[in-house]
Structures are given as structure tokens and as C-alpha cells.
């Protein structure tokens, strides 16, 4: 209940401060299903069928824009079974809450959680998401500073007192966006972590770009996802975080062609461990009219093992999909299908999995 609340207050102010202030304004519901799953699962040697329905979510968002003040909030509401498609609950939760205070042109503040304060170079286009190394600020307290095309960032994501004793940890971003290219670095002081991005589009109908990052954190790894009912609604369920040194590299890029685009990610990691994670993915987008494109995407992950009693694990994952957008409606309709190899030890038989779902959604822009 006291979830509900939050949620209800902020698009109260948010919708008092529009009436006063506001200059623009952005609140959209989306209602959706990650689908009825159908698997054959050998993960524990059974290799049993099932079936069943993968349950309901509805989101709220808010966005409210004025000249020295933002506002958004967000929030999830979700009906989703906890095991072999029974005992069903629903289950509330903030996604984001933050506000922006911008004095004058130059400066920018945010408080809150799950803000955006990345290296826009480090944005996978066919991941649809910044990689974890190109974030340098997500929660608590930023600041951001710009002078013509350069951007510099601040970010207080650990902040805490012991015995008298400060901690405080801080996070670094700096960008310089000319005319066709851009180029930016941050450190995470949390976590040690150095990334450089740069990007380019100086050509029409092209980008490109890439990064390198020290001591960073990978995109996924083929094992150890969790529930498999995650990895068909979202292949990556939390970062990779479990090792010390490590060398990243990143790729992505797009190409249009006529009503085609065409787009690529690649990540590869070398870590001190034993387990070196890899990603790639390619994406198809065809226009089939002005408001309805045909995309389908593949993303594959996997971990080259060091040690040749196991075999890699690997995941693949295969979503076609329909997407009619317009002012006021967003419609995806399609199915998505997950391929995953087990880590497993060379002496027994390999554990594969195979599942399929069809995941559906409505947005609807107020």
C-alpha cells in the first residue's frame, strides 16, 4: 500500500506542477504479457514438456519538463507465478523516481534513483541499452556541468558514515560532441572502473561505435541467469560483477538502407579468472509503412572457460516481432525464442534447453 502511494503522490505533483509551470509533459500505461511459454527442458536431465501462462505487467510513467525543473516517476505492477505456473501474485515496484534542477544553461542537478547519466557513444543498438560500463551515474546524486560541446559529470552513488568515519565514493564522466563525431570517459570510483567511447556519424545513414573499459563489468553471462521465464523476458537480469581485472572492448553500430536498418553489437571480455563472457547481436528493421516496422533481433552470449573439464555455456535468444507506433499508441506483437546450453562438466552429456514465448504489449500515450 505505502508502494501505491508513492506512486499516486508523484504523479500528483507532477500533475499540480504541470498545470502551473510546465512546458512539456510526457505520461504514457503500458499493459503487457511476457507470453505462454512452451519448453523442452533437459536443464535437470528430465527433458520434460510443460506449458503455461507467463503472467501479466502494467507500467506507469510520468515525465513533466519546465525550464528550471523535471520530474519522472515510474512504476511496475506485476502478476507472475513463482514456480511451474501456479501461485500467481501480484507484486508492486518503484522503477524510478528522480528530479532534475537546472539554475542557468550550464548546470544540471538530480536526485533520486535510476537516472541517466551515461556516455552516449556506449549505447548498443541492438541491446537497446547503455552497456554497464558506459553509466557513470544512476542513483542518489549528480551533477552535470556543460560548456558549449563539452559535458562534464559528477555522480555520489555511495555515500555513508560509520564510527565518524565518511565513506564516500564518486563517479567521473566527461564527453565532447563535435559535428559528426563524439568522444567521452568516465571512472567509477566504486568499483575502480575506467571507459573511453567514441562514436561517429559523419556519414549519411551510418553509425558506428566503440569503447574500451578496464576493470568493468560485462553485459551477461551465458549461465547462472536464474529463472529461464527472466531470460526470455530479458536475457540480462543483473550484471556480470563477480570478477576483479578485466579488459572490455565494445562495438556497435547501423546502417539504413531504403526502409531497412541493419545493426550489430559485439562485446568481448578477458577477464583474470577463468571465465571470459562474450556477447553478439545483430538486428533487422523493415518499414512496412509509416507507422508499422517488422523487426527481429538475435542475441547471443556465452563464456569461453579456461579449463576443458566444461563445456561453455551459452545462451541464444530469437525475437520477431511487429511494431505499430503512432501519437498516442505503441502495439509489439511477436514470440521469442531461447536456445541455452547448461555449464556442464565433460564427463556427462550436454544439458540443453529450448523455451518459447509470446510476449505482447499496449502503450498508450496520454
Do not use: C
Not at 556465452?302 to 535468444?317: A, H
Amino acid at each position: 500500500m505505502k508502494k501505491l502511494l508513492w506512486i499516486v503522490a508523484s504523479f500528483f505533483v507532477m500533475g499540480v506542477g504541470s498545470v502551473a509551470f510546465s512546458q512539456t509533459y510526457e505520461v504514457y500505461n503500458k499493459f503487457g504479457t511476457e507470453g505462454i511459454y512452451e519448453l523442452q527442458d533437459n536443464g535437470q536431465g528430465t527433458g520434460e514438456k510443460s506449458s503455461g501462462f507467463g503472467g501479466l505487467y502494467n507500467t506507469a510513467f510520468g515525465l513533466i519538463n519546465m525550464t528550471y525543473f523535471s520530474a519522472q516517476a515510474e512504476y511496475r505492477l506485476d502478476l507472475a507465478n513463482d514456480h511451474q505456473y501456479i501461485n500467481y501474485t501480484l507484486v508492486g515496484n518503484p522503477v524510478k523516481a528522480n528530479v532534475w534542477f537546472r539554475p542557468n544553461k550550464h548546470v544540471e542537478m538530480v536526485f533520486g534513483n535510476n537516472f541517466y547519466m551515461a556516455l552516449p557513444a556506449s549505447f548498443m543498438n541492438v541491446f537497446n541499452e547503455f552497456t554497464p560500463n558506459g553509466w557513470y551515474g544512476k542513483k542518489y546524486f549528480g551533477a552535470t556541468f556543460v560548456w558549449g560541446p563539452v559535458t562534464v559529470g559528477a555522480n555520489i552513488p555511495h555515500i555513508s558514515v560509520h564510527n565518524d568515519d565518511l565513506s564516500l565514493k564518486l563517479n567521473f564522466g566527461a564527453n565532447v560532441n563535435m559535428e559528426g563525431f563524439n568522444v567521452g570517459l568516465n571512472y567509477k570510483g566504486d568499483a575502480s572502473s575506467f571507459s573511453i567511447f567514441a562514436s561517429f556519424a559523419g556519414v549519411e545513414n551510418l553509425y558506428i561505435s566503440g569503447g574500451y573499459t578496464y576493470n568493468g563489468y560485462a553485459i551477461g553471462t551465458a549461465n547462472g541467469y536464474g529463472d529461464w521465464r527472466k531470460i526470455l523476458s530479458n536475457p540480462i537480469v543483473q550484471w556480470n560483477d563477480r570478477y576483479d581485472t578485466s579488459h572490455i572492448i565494445n562495438f556497435s553500430g547501423t546502417y539504413r538502407l531504403w526502409r531497412f536498418t541493419f545493426g550489430a553489437d559485439l562485446e568481448a571480455a578477458l577477464y583474470s579468472s577463468e571465465q571470459n563472457p562474450f556477447y553478439a547481436g545483430g538486428v533487422v528493421i523493415f518499414e512496412i509503412v509509416e507507422d508499422l516496422d517488422f523487426k527481429i533481433d538475435l542475441k547471443y552470449f556465452t563464456e569461453f572457460l579456461n579449463d576443458d573439464n566444461w563445456r561453455n555455456p551459452w545462451n541464444m535468444t530469437i525475437h520477431p516481432r511487429f511494431i505499430f507506433e503512432n501519437e498516442k499508441h505503441q502495439i509489439i506483437a511477436g514470440v521469442k525464442i531461447d536456445l541455452h546450453q547448461w555449464l556442464s562438466s565433460t564427463s556427462v552429456a550436454s544439458l540443453r534447453s529450448t523455451y518459447l514465448a509470446i510476449p505482447l504489449s499496449w502503450k498508450y500515450k496520454f
